[in-house]
């Protein structure tokens, strides 16, 4: 049964079970229970103590997501945390599972709370844009103190079971399920056996000083201007300690409507709720994966070394092959390099590390992966390599394995095509720090079977990975959108702009660095490879420029070089600005007849986002990604897109696609080819829709 309380009295307590599967979110339907519920027993004269437990996985992860930013129906959470707070009643929470947010507050808002061993709890409203505005920025700090109330909020991150006690957060770490201790000790409460906490003794162990100490250190470290929610959380503490009760939860109250309301906010929200809806592919629901336990990698570089070790911690066993002895040998150290660090950070015990070493194997030669499950190819990115491997794979893999080229931008069609078995073949495209970047594009061919997709599927989520599904073109998803990026910044850059000032703009508008800062870092001559590549058949009739090959040309090769964009004096990690650039560009702008031009940072802004989104247009339209949130999703997690700003789809939904389309047109009239707006945004527009009705 969905959204129900349901209420089971006895022996003078009543105990209330939430229930609301997956993870019994707060919507209206289980509030308006739940108050049911508590009137129920409030009324009773035989009941004298409250339980309220959850059934299924866990406690309330929190309020419904979905609700934000709708008007949310009656009881709100905080009328219903209110009624609970106020029960004359003694409540006990029987902790389990996730306790987050709006569902901290509800356990907050009881007298007792008690978690059993594995519990989770924290407030990662600050994720989603908010805060808790159910009495949270309140209530936790009279809790535990102001400065570890902050933490939590300002963090996010939730707390195990066994530190929350430490803190006083939960009252209890109780074996043997939550529910059960918490009737043991309504018993013994009855019974005069037990005292229950007073609320009232958390106000008079408030200390002025301190409190008012935390709100200032913690304003004092306050990050992204641009994000106004921490802000505002602080605000609200020191409401807590200097206003009276009642209005301290009506500023709170306030904080959270204005918040709530903000464009950041259905950002946050929107990139959490496309996480979610990346994993549903419709046509695998009744797909079986195959299933993966033994995993060959083929290149053991920094991506090779990088997946395996996912894999490892994963619990595959992984084959590593490289070329030779030495190339291997730098591979498996590798592997052993990534341990050692997480070892030292304490993310690995010395023991598991001991296991997923001994998971490990390496091999020269592409015949040991005749017993792989998978083999993920993530060797030197290049065609013909890649068509050799799997034409050896095929000639060595078992029946039945999936096999996978971790390419970036290479037709997947044609690879697949050097075996006999396109069907087994998919692109798994990682990207680097592969223990740092959650994205995995899955690359689908014309022939990949539907359960090798449904096999990537379920290994990206068991390693950790959110998966998207992606068509095959020129860079799939990403880095096609990367590329009219790019080339949105090269026009600016021939038309006047600095590569500086387009840095400053996109860092401005919230990417953690520019375009030509990243090239630096990336090394310039991985696209200048690919430009090359793809010269023969490029359009001569299309804008191209050339500042980049020119920057190859004379050694610039990025960061590596001490040189590229910007000057690295000693290698150093930051690059300078460097005059030598700007003559190079000012003699490529002479060659071609160029003046430069006066180009505003709202400029730059406003064309590379009508780029990236154009772009993003005409891949839904090729049926290249499936949805807008899928695009949105893969620009967030691996390309630095402003997590609060959505992603380019979300971004031009609320930058209004009728002025956006505008702005195309006007551009095309420049360069026709780069610049025309995909035929959707008319669609859209002449139907009053946005990006985001095309999500569900
Ligand atoms: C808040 O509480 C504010 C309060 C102030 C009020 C005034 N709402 O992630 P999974 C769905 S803010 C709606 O795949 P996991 C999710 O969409 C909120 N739906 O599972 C998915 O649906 P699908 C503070 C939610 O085991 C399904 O549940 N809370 C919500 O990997 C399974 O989710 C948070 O920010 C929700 N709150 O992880 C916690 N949560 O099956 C957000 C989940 O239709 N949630 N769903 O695709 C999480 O972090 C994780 O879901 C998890 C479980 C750790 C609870």
């Given amino acids: 049964m969905t959204e129900e309380a349901g209420i089971a009295i006895g022996d003078g307590i009543a105990t209330i079970t939430l229930d609301n599967p997956p993870v019994n979110a707060l919507g209206a339907g289980l509030r308006g229970a739940l108050m049911t519920a508590l009137g129920a027993a409030l009324h009773d004269p035989g009941v004298q103590v409250i339980v309220l437990t959850a059934a299924g996985r866990t406690w309330p992860a929190g309020a419904d997501i979905r609700e934000f930013g709708r008007s949310p129906g009656a009881p709100s959470l905080p009328e219903l945390c ?279 194997a390496g091999a020269t030669g592409l015949a040991a992966l005749a017993g792989s499950d998978l083999v993920i190819e993530a060797a030197y990115e290049d065609e013909a390599v890649k068509a050799g491997i799997f034409a050896e794979l095929d000639r060595v893999a078992r029946p039945g394995a999936i096999l996978a080229t971790n390419t970036s931008y290479l037709d997947v069609n044609r690879i697949a095509a050097a075996t006999a078995r396109p069907g087994d073949v998919i692109g798994l495209h990682f990207f680097l720090p592969v223990q740092a970047m959650r994205l995995v594009e899955v690359v689908v061919g014309a022939e990949t079977a539907p359960d090798v997709i449904a096999s990537a599927f379920a290994l990206a989520r068991r390693i950790g990975k959110v998966a998207v599904r992606a068509g095959v073109c020129d860079g799939f998803i990403g880095n096609r959108i990367l590329t009219a990026y790019r080339t949105a910044a090269d026009f600016l850059l021939e038309d006047g702009a600095s590569p500086y000032e387009i840095d400053r703009a996109m860092v401005a508008w919230g990417f953690p660095a520019g375009p030509y800062q990243v090239l630096d870092m990336a090394g310039l001559d991985i696209s200048w490879a690919r430009r090359r590549r793809l010269a023969a058949t490029r359009d001569p009739a299309r804008r191209y420029v050339a500042i980049g090959d020119r920057l190859c040309e004379a050694g610039r090769l990025g960061r590596k070089a001490g040189k590229g964009y910007y000057l690295y004096p000693e290698r150093a990690w930051q690059g300078v600005e460097d005059p030598d650039v700007l003559a190079l560009i000012a003699a490529e702008r002479e060659a071609r007849g160029i003046v430069a031009r006066e180009v505003t940072a709202a400029e730059i802004q406003d064309r590379v986002l009508a780029a990236m989104a154009n772009e993003g247009a005409r891949i839904l339209e090729e049926g290249i990604a499936a949805r807008p949130s899928d695009i949105d999703l893969v620009m967030l997690l691996g390309y630095g897109f402003p997590r609060w700003r959505g992603g380019p789809m979300l971004a031009a939904d609320q930058a209004g696609l009728l002025a956006l389309r505008k702005r195309l047109v006007d551009y095309a009239r420049e360069e026709e080819a780069f610049w025309r707006p995909a035929a959707l945004w008319e669609e859209l527009i002449k139907n009053g829709r946005k990006f985001a009705d095309l999500n569900d």
């Fill in 82 to 360: 209110q009624a609970v707070a106020g029960s004359a009643k003694p409540v006990i929470a029987a902790l389990h599972g996730m306790v987050l947010g709006g569902g901290l507050e509800l356990a907050l808002a009881a007298r007792v709370r008690l978690a059993e061993p594995g519990t989770e709890l924290g407030l990662p409203e600050v994720t989603l844009g908010i805060l808790p505005g159910a009495g949270g920025t309140q209530r936790l700090p009279r809790l535990i103190g102001a400065k570890r109330a902050l933490g939590l909020m300002l963090s996010g991150l939730p707390i195990g079971a066994a530190r929350a006690e430490e803190l006083g957060l939960v009252d209890a770490v109780t074996e043997g399920g939550s529910a059960a201790a918490a009737e043991r000790l309504a018993r013994a409460y009855l019974a005069g056996e037990a005292e229950l906490p007073e609320v009232e003794e958390q106000r008079r162990r408030v200390d002025p000083r301190a409190w008012l100490l935390a709100v200032a250190a913690a304003r004092s470290g306050l990050g992204d201007p641009q994000l106004p929610a921490p802000g505002r959380i602080i605000d609200c503490v020191e409401a807590a300690l200097l206003l009276p009760e009642d209005e301290g939860f009506a500023f709170e109250r306030a904080a959270f409507e204005d918040l709530v309301a903000t464009s950041e906010a259905a950002a946050l929200r929107h990139a959490f709720l496309a996480e979610r809806r990346a994993a549903k592919q419709p046509d695998l629901a009744h797909v079986k994966p195959r299933e993966i336990h033994n995993v060959g990698v083929v290149g053991g570089g920094l991506m090779g070394a990088g997946i395996a070790t996912a894999l490892l911690g994963a619990g595959c066993s992984v084959t590593l092959v490289e070329r030779d002895g030495e190339a291997l040998a730098a591979g498996l150290a590798r592997v052993a390099t990534h341990h050692e660090r997480a070892v030292a950070k304490g993310r690995l015990s010395p023991e598991a590390r001991e296991a997923e070493w001994a998971r490990l």
